[in-house]
T-cell receptor, first 109, second 117 residues
């Protein structure tokens, strides 16, 4: 079982819709959770981090963490074509970081 | 804050030569730096983790004699690809841990695209 699992997609949503990206992790002891965005040919950039159960909002982005279900998600409201990218979920367990393989999102104008 | 730079951003070299890539944390001290490799349309692959003043820890399958990592200071790590071959052509990305409000966050450099002819 992989440490972090994401649906590879591709996920397509129309412009203005809500995009929902999901991630599960295997280690209940994981402490920190991150979402990165990676445009084609570029390196990942941090969107959000979340550490406790519940929702965390930053602009159009909302991260949701459910430690009991070992599940973390990212919602993108009012999706824009510029949001088209691969979204990476990352989890820190102790001193180890684990990345998912990423979900490819396409926002259709 | 939490800016990581890499140099060069792209490099083309002949087979058999060595290439050095620098990774710097510009506005924070990085307790740990990570080196990744990414082939087109594939996911990040962690190559090694380095802590300042210590030997790097390499992931399984990564040749430590081919990919030399030096982490000389809290703001600089280098990756040297020795005797590069065409199969080493890839996108090399470093990240640094530390800085900002959350010292456990990884911040990525912009990457170095290596092409070996």
């Amino acid at each position: 079982q992989k440490e972090v699992e994401q649906n590879s997609g591709p996920l397509s949503v129309p412009e203005g819709a809500i995009a929902s990206l999901n991630c599960t992790y295997s280690d209940r002891g994981s402490q920190s959770f991150f979402w990165y965005r990676q445009y084609s040919g570029k390196s990942p950039e941090l969107i959000m981090s979340i550490y406790s159960n519940g929702d965390k909002e930053d602009g159009r982005f909302t991260a949701q963490l459910n430690k009991a279900s070992q599940y973390v998600s990212l919602l993108i409201r009012d999706s824009q074509p510029s949001d088209s990218a691969t979204y990476l979920c990352a989890v820190r367990t102790g001193n180890q970081f684990y990345f998912g393989t990423g979900t490819s999102l396409t926002v259709i104008p | 804050g939490a800016v990581v730079s890499q140099h060069p951003s792209w490099v083309i070299c002949k087979s058999g030569t060595s290439v050095k890539i620098e990774c710097r944390s510009l506005d924070f001290q990085a307790t740990t730096m990570f080196w990744y490799r990414q082939f087109p349309k594939q996911s990040l692959m962690l190559m090694a983790t380095s802590n300042e003043g210590s030997k790097a820890t390499y992931e399984q399958g990564v040749e430590k004699d081919k990919f030399l990592i030096n982490h000389a200071s809290l703001t600089l790590s280098t990756l040297t690809v020795t005797s590069a071959h065409p199969e080493d052509s890839s996108f090399y990305i470093c990240s640094a841990r530390g800085g900002g409000l959350n010292t456990d966050t990884q911040y990525f450099g912009p990457g170095t695209r290596l092409t070996v002819l």
